[in-house]
Nanobody, 118 residues
Framework: QVQLVESGGGLVQAGGSLRLSCAASGGTFSRWRVGWFRQAPGKEREFVAAIDWSTNALYYTNAVKGRFTISRDNVKNTVYLQMSSLKPEDTAVYYC???????????WGQGTQVTVSS
């Protein structure tokens, strides 16, 4: 069972940047998609971005295209989410997730809070 640990959340002003990290232990991401979801207060959890570990294909929700970048470090078995031009509507708990597809998640991280002030 792959365990995921996120870090890097915090408070930032609108227009600022943050980088989230997701480190895996107890296994590898081989042939999985690894990515980020977020859940804002009173809203359902939504997909943000993902990377296919086998093909390196990248996937983004429209709301973050051009502002967020997902990347990976194979040696560290870590996935990053670089968030730029942050908006107050990006405020949410961000969860790292991994599984065969982005709709078949096998492992979730504990979540990290991102708060963007206006």
């Amino acid at each position: 069972q792959v365990q995921l640990v996120e870090s890097g959340g915090g408070l930032v002003q609108a227009g600022g940047s943050l980088r989230l990290s997701c480190a895996a232990s107890g296994g590898t991401f081989s042939r999985w998609r690894v990515g980020w979801f977020r859940q804002a207060p009173g809203k359902e959890r939504e997909f943000v971005a993902a990377i296919d570990w086998s093909t390196n294909a990248l996937y983004y929700t429209n709301a973050v295209k051009g502002r967020f970048t997902i990347s990976r470090d194979n040696v560290k078995n870590t996935v990053y989410l670089q968030m730029s031009s942050l908006k107050p509507e990006d405020t949410a708990v961000y969860y790292c997730a991994a599984g065969p597809t982005t709709t078949e998640i096998k492992s979730w991280g504990q979540g990290t809070q991102v708060t963007v002030s206006s």
